[in-house]
């Protein structure tokens, strides 16, 4: 994809254990809001699962086909293929990286979570087309999550010359998007800052300015 460095930088993700409000009115008020790309998430306690969850997912899905917002599928590589999703985000724990991009071919979206140099070389070399990196700051969301990183491996990554795109993930708001994006970080991806917010439009559109601002004073 051509624009995917621009299509990151305010990077909503959500499934329907996150949202306080129908997740379709969640998604369409983020889209307003401005954000950029959209992951289906559907995880944790209450999840959907089967029929329910590929209604739901495709439901988002024709939300963001109306507005041109790029739809990711979070570790479901059968349902991605399934609904000709834009992509999919994998963890280091699911199915090998060149497995996945053989089989959703050179055209879709691959994002690839990693948490060390040697995830990141890897990842790259086996077909990524971005890396997800966090948590960044403490998260609640993820339950299993490893202990919050700060900023330092998108520095070093920059540093030793990696262009390809990263988002910065976990505890992410409008009031600490900035040190993601001063690190080198193209965007923030974001759960509870715009899913838990009570305008989900404003947060997006908070984010969206921390982000763009930071960006010209690189
Ligand atoms: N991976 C690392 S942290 C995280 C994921 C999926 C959760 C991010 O959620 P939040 O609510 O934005 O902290
Ligand atoms: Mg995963």
Do not use: W
Request: with cysteine; proline share 4%.
């Amino acid at each position: 994809m051509k624009n995917l460095q621009q299509a990151l930088k305010v990077y909503f993700i959500m499934g329907s254990p996150n949202c306080q409000k129908p997740p379709k009115e969640v998604l369409t008020e983020a889209i307003a809001g401005g954000i950029t790309l959209f992951q289906f998430r559907e995880k944790g306690e209450g999840a959907l699962t089967g029929t329910a969850k590929y209604k739901l997912a495709k439901e988002l899905q024709q939300i963001c086909q109306q507005h041109q917002i790029p739809f990711i599928v979070n570790d479901d590589l059968e349902l991605a293929v399934e609904l000709d999703a834009d992509g999919v985000h994998i963890g280091q724990e699911d199915e090998p990286i060149h497995i996945v991009r053989e089989k959703i071919g050179h055209e879709k979206i691959l994002g690839v979570s990693v948490h060390t140099m040697e995830e990141a070389a890897a990842a790259k070399q086996e077909g990524a087309d971005y890396f997800g990196i966090g948590p960044v700051f403490p998260t609640a969301t993820k339950k299993d999550a490893k202990g919050s990183q700060g900023t330092r491996l998108i520095e070093k990554l920059r540093s030793e010359g990696f262009t390809i795109p990263i988002v910065g993930i976990g505890g992410i708001t409008s009031n600490n998007a900035a040190s993601v994006i001063k690190a080198g970080a193209d965007g923030v991806s974001v759960i509870t800052a715009i899913s838990h917010a009570e305008s989900p439009l404003e947060a997006a559109n908070a984010l969206k300015m921390e982000v763009y601002r930071n960006e010209e004073n690189l």
